[in-house]
C-alpha cells in the first residue's frame, strides 16, 4: 500500500498565476481533504470531498476550489495566487464519517514570489 | 470557535527521559481525537487515535490519554531518543456536523543525545 500521495512536491508559481495539486488517497478510503499549513503553524482545513462532492468547507476564499475523481483521487486549485498563499499543503484521506484515522501525505510545498 | 491549545510550544530533554506532551480543546463533545508527528519540512504521521468512547490508546513506547470533561489529552513517550525529535501535533474531530480535524501548534520536541 502506498499510502496517501501527493504531487508536485515542491513548486514555485508567480503571484497572479494558477495552481494544480493532486492527490491519491490511501488504498480502500473514499473521503479526501484538503488542509493548508503555514510555518509554525497548526494545518488549517480547506475542504473536505466524498462521492465526488465537496461536503465540507474551511474559512478559505473562493479562489481555492477542488475536484474528486470517480477513483477517489482529488486535485486542490489555487487562482490567482497571493505571496500569502506559500505554505505546505497537506491532503489526508479517510473513511466518510470521520470514524477511522485520517492518512496524511508529504506535502506540497507552494512557494509564491 | 473550537480551539486546541498544545503547552508546551517547545520542549528539550536529554534522551532516555519519560515526557508528556499536552493538548487542550474548548469543545468537550468531539468525535474522536488524533496525534501525529511531523518531522521539519514533511506531512504528518499518525501516532494515536483515541475514539471517543476510549480514554486511552497504547502503541510501542507511546501513550495517549483522553479526558473529555476536562477537555484534555496527554502523549505520554518513554525512554526518549533522538530519534523522536520532531513536531507532534494533536487533533480532534467535533461530533458535530463538521468533519475535519481541528490542530494546535504543535508542540516541538529535541531530545539530546
Known amino acids: 500500500d502506498a499510502g496517501v500521495t501527493q504531487s508536485p512536491t515542491h513548486l514555485i508559481k508567480t503571484r497572479g498565476q494558477q495552481v494544480t495539486l493532486r492527490c491519491s488517497p490511501k488504498?480502500?478510503?473514499?473521503?479526501v481533504s484538503w488542509y493548508q499549513q503555514a510555518l509554525g503553524q497548526g494545518p488549517q482545513f480547506i475542504f473536505q470531498?466524498?462521492?465526488?462532492?465537496?461536503?465540507q468547507r474551511g474559512n478559505f476564499p473562493d479562489r481555492f476550489s477542488g475536484h474528486q475523481f470517480p477513483n477517489y483521487s482529488s486535485e486542490l486549485n489555487v487562482n490567482a495566487l497571493l505571496l500569502g498563499d506559500s505554505a505546505l499543503y497537506l491532503c489526508?484521506?479517510?473513511?466518510?464519517?470521520?470514524?477511522?484515522?485520517?492518512?496524511f501525505g508529504q506535502g506540497t510545498r507552494l512557494t509564491v514570489v | 470557535k473550537q480551539e486546541v491549545t498544545q503547552i508546551p510550544a517547545a520542549l528539550s530533554v536529554p534522551e532516555g527521559e519519560n515526557l508528556v506532551l499536552n493538548c487542550s480543546f474548548t469543545?468537550?463533545?468531539?468525535?474522536?481525537l488524533q496525534w501525529f508527528r511531523q518531522d521539519p519540512g514533511k506531512g504528518l504521521t499518525s501516532l494515536l487515535l483515541i475514539q471517543s468512547s476510549q480514554r486511552e490508546q497504547t502503541s510501542g513506547r507511546l501513550n495517549a490519554s483522553l479526558d473529555k470533561s476536562s477537555g484534555r489529552s496527554t502523549l505520554y513517550i518513554a525512554a526518549s531518543q533522538p530519534g523522536d525529535s520532531a513536531t507532534y501535533l494533536c487533533a480532534f474531530i467535533s461530533s458535530g456536523s463538521a468533519r475535519q480535524l481541528t490542530f494546535g501548534s504543535g508542540t516541538q520536541l529535541t531530545v539530546l543525545p
Open positions: 489526508a484521506s479517510s473513511l466518510y464519517g470521520g470514524i477511522t484515522e485520517a492518512f
Open positions: 470531498y466524498y462521492e465526488e462532492e465537496e461536503r
Open positions: 469543545d468537550s463533545a468531539i468525535y474522536n
Open positions: 488504498s480502500g478510503h473514499d473521503t
